[in-house]
């Protein structure tokens, strides 16, 4: 079992900035491959960003390319999520997870622990 808890999601304008935090335990975290996925009302949750266990390899959605960092600090037990130029197509629940896989991926099947997600509403 690998607990996730999410923080840092809250109302922000356009063109503003966010950082949202992954909090996992234990002492296998840092072997997980980590993401972060995002879920629209209406919509299907999409793939967002993810991070290999050493950090040493990330992969993003076409969408927040350029915009959003993924990172990791396997020493705090902690992936961060760095969300810049929000527009408001970004408003939307986002989701840790982590895979039991070295390779960052953006399949949500081969993830295997979820988090129960914060809120992000980006207003115009």
């Known amino acids: 079992q690998v607990p996730l808890v999410e923080t840092g999601g809250r109302l922000v304008q356009s063109g503003g900035s966010l950082r949202l935090s992954c909090a996992g335990s234990g002492r296998t975290f840092s072997y997980y491959t980590m993401g972060w996925f995002r879920q629209a009302p209406g919509k299907e949750r999409e793939f967002v960003a993810a991070?290999?266990?050493?950090?040493?390899?990330?992969y993003y959605a076409d969408s927040v390319k350029g915009r959003f960092t993924i990172s990791r600090d396997n020493a705090k037990n902690t992936v961060y999520l760095q969300m810049n130029s929000l527009k408001p197509e970004d408003t939307a629940v986002y989701y840790c997870a982590a895979a039991q896989r070295t390779g960052a991926t953006n399949s949500q099947y081969e993830y295997n622990y979820w988090g129960q997600g914060t809120q992000v509403t980006v207003s115009s």
């Open positions: 991070i290999s266990w050493s950090g040493g390899s990330t």
